[in-house]
DNA sequence: ATACAGATCGGT
DNA sequence: CCGATCTGTATA
């Protein structure tokens, strides 16, 4: 699998929250990777976007990387203990990204399973298996991602994607965005993308579930 | 200087 | 449904 430059994330996040599923995200720590499949997006559209902390290009400390070139991570703190990852796409100045919302574990289970659980993974049950990486805040702390990786360059060896098995369009859902309500007319707009066969979804749209 | 809300999560 | 917990942001 190889990792993509740096024109691959030069698009709208629209474009690269779609793009990026099944893509694995890579993170390393003490020369141990932590690989997790990219399950689910969401894509933050920048100044038009009521959703987006860019919104009207709105350009203040914490939204500053969004600013920067495509393909460097956005992590921030939100509620005061949970951190989400976005990776930068567009171009510098254009200030868009797509949020990571769900991983599926691919390899370093073990480790993730102390970092979000403080237990081992034989102590687990299936349900906090399940619960390991589904969400933007868990995947996060399963990935000891944190402050210190916001600007992070994707291109880079420290945190980073690679190519994985492109989901068929079929078992893609594109769909409304999560936890947006204060957004008006950007509440409807499908910006949000899983895939439906995931396990690892966080939360699903009634009108795609196959049960 | 102060007030307030939030791209979440886990427990009731 | 509610509270945790704290930073960024806006207002004055």
Do not use: W
Not at 117 to 142: F, H, M, V, W
């Amino acid at each position: 699998m190889q990792k993509p430059d740096r024109s691959f994330y030069k698009c709208s996040a629209l474009e690269l929250a779609k793009k990026l599923l099944g893509y694995h995200l890579v993170r390393i720590i003490d020369n141990k990777a932590l690989i997790g499949k990219i399950v689910e997006t969401e894509a933050y559209m920048g100044e038009f976007d009521k959703a987006a902390h860019s919104y009207n290009n709105r350009r203040t400390k914490r939204t500053e990387t969004m600013f920067g070139p495509p393909g460097h991570a956005y992590v921030y703190l939100i509620y005061g203990m949970y951190y989400c990852m976005n990776i930068v796409a567009a171009e510098t100045g254009i200030p868009q990204a797509v949020l990571i919302r769900a991983l599926e574990p691919v390899e370093g289970m073990k480790e993730m399973a102390e970092l979000r659980y403080g237990k081992s993974l034989d102590q687990c049950s299936e349900r906090e298996i399940l619960g390991l990486t589904n969400g933007p805040g868990k995947l996060c702390k399963a990935m000891h991602i944190t402050g210190t990786d916001n600007g992070e360059d994707l291109c880079g060896d420290r945190l980073f994607i690679l190519k994985g098995p492109v989901p068929p369009d079929s078992d893609i859902v594109n769909t409304t965005r999560i936890n947006i309500d204060y957004a008006e007319e950007a509440i409807h707009f499908p910006y949000r993308f899983y895939i439906n066969s995931s396990p690892y979804v966080s939360v699903r749209d009634k009108k795609y579930n196959t049960k």
